[in-house]
């Protein structure tokens, strides 16, 4: 009989660090605050820029806050000092710190340093900056999971996330940052385009649900319809983006010369319709499946004891299947509505619109700043979309059952 044998330095290594995920955070974010770029100066808006080093660009109290925090949480990872909920709560605490510290010394170092260079001189985020702020976010998201803590705390900590990124971006203390000299130069345009995108994933999801749910419970009711059903919906799936938007010009663009009526409400080969169509059908195998699921999922023995009751089938449909379904059913919508946010960026190609409208255009222009001008805006609506979805599913559970 074998018997494993687990090198010393491992099993001492597991006995020390309690959270290996916060240490390999921690060890990223430390590794990349000393070897790659915090930030990158550059004499104008398209030349390549010179690397700023942390230690360069951030004071030294900034420095000393960063260490010190990254102490702390070096010690939350470790298995003995802390008790397990404590530990949680100086992660959460420690992470938002740093998160904050980050964010304030790229706006301080873009002010002191541009206020000596000339008008067009532009200082922008480096890699290092990047790392530093995911990990801080994935710090923070793994303590949440490891505490299993309520719907409540999450929505609070978000909260106060948020408004206190406001607050920095409210003061003007980004304002020197190339990415918002990008965003002043097209702010106008930048508040219809953002528009457009949000009526563009409303527009989709709205005849995704009303065609989705019903075909989800005719899935439910007639077994025989599941696979010819599901395989049509997956061919959907399998159509690259760019591919299906193509695929929609030439039909849509003759449907409207044929018939000047619908050309005149908007059926055309580029624009909205066409990106509103395919975005549909990416987003009805993820609404007809889950609704499958949350129906397929309702136990049995309740159905027959609301029809024992004297419950039509309607009327169990409604307040039975349905109520103990839609869990299941929103997390179908919260897939589908971070896709949707997501593919609507493709959808600028046609004509379309919305946020994707600055990626291509600073694509187009060598322009990074306007890219992530575009790419930036849209990560974050698709995180609130999905946090904000997360949080009805977990109040659609029952009262003993939401986490």
């Known amino acids: 009989m074998s018997v494993s044998h687990v090198p010393p330095s491992d099993a001492a290594s597991a006995r020390l660090v309690a959270n290996r995920v916060l240490a390999t955070l921690l060890g990223a974010g430390l590794l990349a605050a000393w070897l790659?770029?915090?930030?990158?100066?550059?004499?104008?808006?398209?030349?390549?820029?010179?690397?700023?080093?942390?230690?360069?660009?951030?004071?030294?109290?900034?420095?000393?806050?960063?260490?010190?925090?990254?102490?702390?949480?070096?010690?939350?990872?470790?298995?003995?000092?802390?008790p397990r909920e404590i530990a949680h709560g100086v992660v959460l605490l420690a992470s938002l710190g740093l998160l904050l510290i980050t964010l304030y010394s790229l706006g301080d170092y873009a002010q002191h340093t541009l206020a000596e260079k000339s008008p067009s001189a532009r200082v922008s985020q480096g890699s290092a900056f990047w790392v530093m702020v995911f990990c801080c976010a994935l710090a923070a998201i793994d303590a949440f999971q490891?505490?299993?803590?309520?719907?409540?705390?999450?929505l609070g900590y978000m909260l106060i996330v948020g408004g206190s990124v406001a607050m920095l971006f409210a003061s003007g203390h980004f304002d020197d940052l190339s990415i918002m000299r990008e965003y002043a130069n097209i702010r106008d345009n930048f508040g219809d385009?953002?528009?457009?995108?949000?009526?563009?994933?409303?527009?989709?999801?709205?005849?995704?649900?009303?065609?989705?749910?019903?075909?989800?419970?005719?899935?439910?009711?007639?077994?025989?319809?599941?696979?010819?059903?599901?395989?049509?919906?997956?061919?959907?799936?399998?159509?690259?983006?760019?591919?299906?938007?193509?695929l929609l010009v030439a039909p849509l663009s003759a449907l409207g010369n044929a018939f000047p009526l619908l050309g005149e409400w908007g059926i055309k080969g580029i624009g909205a319709a066409p990106a509103i169509i395919a975005l549909v059908m990416y987003a009805l195998l993820p609404v007809v499946r889950n609704t499958y699921a949350g129906l397929k999922g309702v136990p049995p023995a309740t159905v027959e004891a609301a029809r024992g009751m004297g419950m039509t089938a309607r009327q169990?449909?409604?307040?039975?299947?349905?109520?103990?379904?839609?869990?299941?059913?929103?997390?179908?919508?919260r897939i589908v509505t971070v896709q949707a946010i997501g593919l609507?960026?493709?959808?600028?190609?046609?004509?379309?619109?919305?946020?994707?409208?600055?990626?291509?255009?600073?694509?187009?222009?060598?322009?990074i700043d306007l890219v992530l001008l575009g790419a930036i805006p849209t990560i974050v609506l698709a995180v609130i979309a999905d946090f904000t979805l997360q949080m009805l599913v977990v109040l659609s559970k029952p009262a003993g059952t939401r986490r």
């Open 36 to 82: 790659l770029p915090f930030a990158t100066m550059s004499p104008n808006r398209l030349a390549s820029g010179q690397t700023v080093g942390l230690s360069e660009a951030l004071s030294a109290w900034q420095v000393i806050a960063l260490l010190a925090l990254s102490a702390v949480l070096a010690v939350a990872a470790l298995r003995r000092p802390l």
């Open 146 to 154: 490891r505490a299993s803590s309520g719907w409540l705390l999450r």
């Open 193 to 246: 385009q953002f528009i457009t995108h949000l009526v563009l994933v409303g527009s989709a999801l709205g005849p995704a649900l009303l065609i989705g749910v019903p075909l989800g419970l005719l899935a439910h009711r007639r077994a025989r319809l599941q696979g010819t059903l599901f395989s049509v919906l997956n061919f959907f799936q399998t159509i690259p983006s760019i591919a299906l938007f193509a």
């Open 316 to 333: 169990v449909l409604w307040r039975v299947e349905i109520p103990l379904a839609l869990p299941v059913m929103l997390s179908g919508l």
């Open 344 to 367: 609507t960026v493709v959808a600028a190609l046609i004509g379309a619109g919305g946020l994707g409208a600055f990626i291509f255009q600073g694509l187009g222009q060598y322009a």
